[in-house]
C-alpha cells in the first residue's frame, strides 16, 4: 500500500507538472521521476529496518532490492538516453555532441556519475560475475550506491521541475527524501553503534570444529535484551584483526542464551579465513540481528528442518528451541566428513525424539533426494509440517521446487539463502 500509494502521488504530480520543451524530454521526465522512487525504495530496502526484517525477512527483502536494482538500472539508462536524445532534437544535433555538451554543465554531470555507478553495482551484481567475486570485493564495490544515491539527490535538485511546481510537491517530496534517509541512517549506523557501545561484544572462545570449520563465541553486557532469536544472522565484524570494511553475514550457531552468541563458519575467504586466529579477549562489532528464519512464524505443530552444507547452523540453534518431539531433519553433505556440528545436531534430534537423515554423496543419478518423490518418501506428512530450508543456492531452490510440486502450502515454507548478495 505505500509503494502504490507513492507511485499514485508521483504520477498526479508528473501530470500536473506540464510538459518538457519537446515529447522526448517529457517522456525523458516520466522516467526520471520513477527513477528517483525506485531509488527511495532502494533506501528503504537496505536500511535494514527491524520491523520491516522481523515481518519479511532479510532474504526476501534481498530478492526485492536486487529487483529493484537492475529496473532501476533500465529506468536511468532509459532517462539518461532520452534526455540526450530530447536536447539533441531540441538543437538538431549529434547526440555525441549534445552528451558532452551537457556533461559541461554541472547538474547533468553529477546526474552523469550517478548513472555510472549504477551501471557498475549493477555489472557486479549479475549472478555470473557475482559468483567469481569474493564477498567482500563484493560488498565494496556495493557501499557505490550510497555514492550514486547522494549524487543523484543533488542532481534533483537541481535539475528537477515537477516537485518544485506546488507547496504540497515540495513538501512530499522533502518528506519522502528525509523519511528515507533517515531510515538508512537509523538503521545502518545509530541502531549498530548503540548497541556495540551498550553491549560491547568480546570475542570468548575460539573453537576449530574441522579442518576448514571455525566456531566462535561472543559474549557481552546484557545480552538479554538484545532482541536475537534462534535462525537469526548477524554481520560480524572483529576489529583490530581485520579491517573494518571486512565483514560477513553468518548465521547464530546456537540459540542465544541471554549470555554468549556464537557462529560457525567455514574458514574461506578474506574474513572467515581469519577466524582461527581472532585472538580472545579482542573486541567484536555484531550488527544485527537480521532474519526472518525463526520460529515465530511457525504455523503447525510439527517441523521439517532441511539444511545444506553450513546451512546447518540456523537449523541446529532452532532445534534448541524445539521443545516438542515432533521434528525432521534432513541434512544434506557431501561426504559425511563434511557434516558440520553433526554431533550436536545428532544429540538435539535424539533429546526431542525426533529423526535425522543425513544424505551423503553428490547429487548425481540414484542420489538426488530432493526431487519430489523421494521427498516425500523420506517425509510422508511434509505437507502437514512447517518446513524450513537453508543452505547453498542450487539445493534451496531444487527443495522449494519440489515442495510446490507437492503442494506444500506457502505460509508453512520458510526460507533462508546465505549472504545478502
Not at 532501476?72 to 558532452?100: E, I, Q, S
Not at 545509530?190 to 572462545?205: C, S
Not at 532445534?319 to 556440528?341: I, K, Q, T
Request: hydrophobic share 50%; with cysteine; proline share 5%.
Amino acid at each position: 500500500m505505500f509503494v502504490i500509494t507513492n507511485l499514485v502521488i508521483v504520477e498526479v504530480l508528473f501530470l500536473t507538472a506540464g510538459t518538457g520543451k519537446n515529447g522526448v524530454l517529457t517522456v525523458a521526465k516520466f522516467f526520471g521521476l520513477h527513477a528517483a522512487v525506485l531509488m527511495l525504495f532502494q533506501l528503504l530496502l537496505v536500511a535494514r529496518l527491524p520491523w520491516l526484517d522481523r515481518r519479511i525477512g532479510m532474504d526476501r527483502l534481498t530478492v526485492w532490492h536486487r529487483w529493484v536494482g537492475f529496473t532501476l538500472l533500465w529506468t536511468v539508462l532509459t532517462h539518461a538516453v532520452l534526455v540526450v536524445l530530447g536536447f539533441a532534437t531540441l538543437d538538431d544535433a549529434p547526440m555525441a555532441k549534445t552528451f558532452f555538451a551537457l556533461a559541461g554543465v554541472p547538474a547533468s554531470l553529477l546526474g552523469m556519475l550517478a548513472a555510472g555507478f549504477v551501471v557498475v553495482i549493477a555489472a557486479v551484481s549479475v549472478r555470473q560475475v557475482r559468483r567469481r567475486l569474493r564477498y567482500e570485493t563484493w560488498h565494496a564495490v556495493h557501499l557505490l550506491l550510497y555514492l550514486a544515491l547522494g549524487l543523484a539527490f543533488v542532481h534533483q535538485l537541481q535539475e528537477t521541475t515537477t516537485f518544485s511546481s506546488s507547496a504540497f510537491a515540495m513538501v512530499y517530496w522533502w518528506a519522502l527524501w528525509l523519511f528515507a534517509f533517515g531510515a538508512l541512517v537509523a538503521g545502518r549506523i545509530v541502531m549498530p553503534l548503540w548497541r556495540n557501545a551498550y553491549h560491547r561484544f568480546r570475542v570468548a572462545e575460539v573453537v576449530v570444529e574441522s579442518d576448514d570449520v571455525v566456531s566462535v563465541r561472543v559474549t557481552g553486557r546484557h545480552l538479554d535484551k538484545l532482541p536475537a532469536r534462534a535462525g537469526q544472522f548477524c554481520i560480524w565484524r572483529f576489529p583490530g584483526h581485520n579491517h573494518w570494511w571486512l565483514a560477513n553475514p553468518f548465521s547464530l550457531s546456537a540459540a542465544p542464551d541471554g549470555r554468549t552468541l556464537r557462529l560457525t563458519a567455514r574458514a574461506v575467504g578474506s574474513t572467515s579465513a581469519g577466524l582461527p586466529h581472532v585472538p580472545v579477549g579482542s573486541r567484536a562489532f555484531v550488527e544485527g540481528p537480521y532474519g526472518a528464519f525463526t520460529s515465530l512464524h511457525r504455523t503447525r505443530p510439527g517441523a521439517l528442518l532441511i539444511a545444506g552444507g553450513v546451512g546447518i547452523t540456523p537449523v541446529r540453534a532452532l532445534l534448541e528451541e524445539e521443545a516438542a518431539g515432533d521434528v525432521v531433519v534432513l541434512y544434506r553433505v557431501r561426504s559425511e566428513d563434511d557434516a558440520v556440528l553433526v554431533d550436536e545436531v545428532r544429540a538435539l534430534v535424539a533429546d526431542r525424539g525426533g529423526r535425522l537423515y543425513l544424505l551423503a554423496g553428490r547429487t548425481g543419478e540414484g542420489n538426488t533426494p530432493f526431487e519430489p518423490e523421494n521427498l516425500r518418501a523420506l517425509v510422508p506428512d511434509l505437507t502437514e509440517r512447517d518446513v524450513y530450508v537453508c543452505g547453498p543456492p542450487a539445493m534451496t531452490s531444487a527443495v522449494l521446487g519440489a515442495l510446490r510440486m507437492l503442494r506444500v502450502p506457502q505460509r508453512q515454507v520458510h526460507a533462508e539463502r546465505f549472504g545478502l548478495a
